[in-house]
């Protein structure tokens, strides 16, 4: 047994259905803590903080110290592929991320065929440093966006309802579509084998805005890309793990389940777990699913939510988790009751 | 039978497989028609028109003569009711409704008890005047939001991303959220009536957003409310038809189907018809979802994904719809060429 499979999460992903099962949050790192907010103020822009180890280790490692969480996941964002292939990222306050839209084939050529590594050093610095610094059973955890997510803030140039302005374009110019999601396959892959060769044991892939699309494209521009980026890294890093979050897929979750592109599945808050685990494979991990606004109204909601989970998931390969990231306004004292709940079983 | 039943989109809601489909569009009486543009500027505020029986009456029936549709549906809007009931409303152009915040015990209190009829008379006039001016054979539709979706409106005062201001109100406080549903669910009752008698062959439900609720609040605060509009409404009106549209409802559709609240199924663009249909019970009537990007792109994606409705549909009791409301970029040749090729069977 290598040092690596005592860690309970890579025990998960292994297949084996750990209880009280290991615990970590979406976005775990971040404005509800206090300790965070202290250094955002010192930071600079957020990319600034993504940008520089010291900070964006120092941010990684306060969750873990505080709840003992059995992963950690890199601070960072998945707008940096973009970023390092050239376009233009900027995180205004209180408006999300504003990006030089990326709508022509002239647009696309202006960017780097492929993605500059050296621009991203800061990120796998960080990853050493966060590995190093972190208690032997912890994972480490990488991440990228998925091609279809990043491509329609590149399309729109900021975030979407609906992602209306990369769906328009995917159906009127399918091959400008296609030769960017390509172009993203390709350097997700790049980045997960670095992170991976930085020291993360596993990644997750977070494909947020699958709903939107129909099924038509659903397919090539989501499942596929995304199924082709696990291959790749794992032709080059056969030992990495992959989690693969595609947010809303509700009832579709057995159908995809046979065809899953990676080794676990990440499901929503709005999935019926009850429901929908006894048709997945019993050897499919899974994650997740707490309403992150049950963690903000605490009580109640909240006892009844972590319980419906474990109740749900007792037996299976699972890793206890949010539905979505956790939100600012969450008060700390629920995130230990959670924590705490969880490990009681 | 009756004069009714010979309407297409009656028949269809009867369970007959009409063919070709009968056709309208959610949104059909909208910007995208430059005779709504031209009377919008002269209309004042949005609820002006909405409140305004000539000019209501002449939008709804601009797309009924450019495309003859198979169904008017009134012009209105689902916050009306809220209005009715003494939110404050206003429509900020390119901005979304804004809504006084109805957040407390106290708030609700301030909100009439039962819906005033009065102050949507001219909603009522404008229904009359609408049938009156019909082809016979064209259907009739009046409409109102599902308590959930209004709901989340009048709490977060707005549109919100994943309606997290109503989902934390419903963890937080859940006897205000339930006081406010059957508030809401008694004046949709008694305001659907009211439009049935003036004149509505059937009536369309509209839940926006469904998808996020988790599964512990999406039986009581979407189906269940529903459900009682539905029983309410069929109490009093026997042969009012109601279609149901809870989007994102995505690969549930097969488990709702067996318990739907409503006479017919409408279905968003996201839904793989092919595979949903065969598992749905071939008595319940549909209704959709070509995306209304694919008709804003025209060329082939217009073509393929009207193919793949009337493919998936031929043989069912079906309504030809989009899968949302049809976008005011969208090109008037490109709604021609939809319902030359739906035409076409």
Known sequence: ????????????????????????????????????????????????????????????????????????????????????????????????PRLSPTTSTEDLARLAPVLPLDRLSPVFEALRRVRAALPPETALLGFCGAPWTVASYMIAGKGTPDQAPARTLAYRNPDLMRALIDRLVEASIAYLVEQVEAGADAVQIFESFGAALPPALFGPLSLEPIGRIVAGLKARKPDARVIVFIRGIGGQAAHLSRTWPGDAMALDWSLDLARTLPGLPGTLPTQGNLDPLALVAGGEALDRGVDAVLAATRGRPHIFNLGHGIVPETPIAHVERMVERVRAG
């Open 1 to 96: 047994m290598t040092v690596n499979a005592t860690r309970p999460i890579l025990r998960v992903l292994d297949g084996e259905a750990v209880w009280p099962p290991p615990v970590w949050m979406m976005r775990q790192a971040g404005r509800y803590l206090p300790e965070y907010r202290a250094l955002r103020a010192e930071a600079g822009s957020f990319l600034d903080l993504c940008y520089n180890p010291d900070l964006a280790t120092e941010v990684t490692l306060q969750p873990i110290r505080r709840f003992g969480f059995d992963a950690a996941i890199i601070f960072s964002d998945i707008l940096v592929v973009p970023h390092a292939l050239g376009v233009d990222v900027r995180f205004a306050e209180g408006e999300g």
